[in-house]
Nanobody, 118 residues
Framework: QVQLVESGGGLVQSGGSLRLSCVAS????????MGWYRQAPGKQRELVAT???????NYADFVKGRCTMSRDNAKNTVTLQMNSLKPEDTAVYYC????????????WGQGTQVTVSP
């Protein structure tokens, strides 16, 4: 079982920055892919960014150039630095680990609210 706890969300003005963190209850050293997703009210959950064990990152087009995802395996932590935030970035941001193991299980955190005011 993998537990993920996100933090760092909050209320910020348009153009501001936030740094989200996700701490795992287990070592993430061997978890190939960690990801950040978001879900706005009335919308489906969507991918924001992923990072692999070798540090390769992938970003959704709507955050390219504004966000940086990183991982610290020693601290079992992944972070998402978000800059130049826009009101349309308002959503609950979730951390995901996996898929993991032969059963390809995925684990999600509870989410952290990001609200960007105009």
């Amino acid at each position: 079982q993998v537990q993920l706890v996100e933090s760092g969300g909050g209320l910020v003005q348009s153009g501001g920055s936030l740094r989200l963190s996700c701490v795992a209850s287990v070592s993430i050293f061997s978890i190939h892919t960690m990801g950040w997703y978001r879900q706005a009210p009335g919308k489906q959950r969507e991918l924001v960014a992923t990072i692999t064990t070798d540090g390769r990152t992938n970003y959704a087009d709507f955050v390219k150039g504004r966000c940086t995802m990183s991982r610290d395996n020693a601290k079992n932590t992944v972070t998402l630095q978000m800059n130049s935030l826009k009101p349309e970035d308002t959503a609950v941001y979730y951390c995901k680990a996996g898929p993991i193991g032969t059963l390809r299980r995925e684990y999600w955190g509870q989410g952290t609210q990001v609200t960007v005011s105009p």
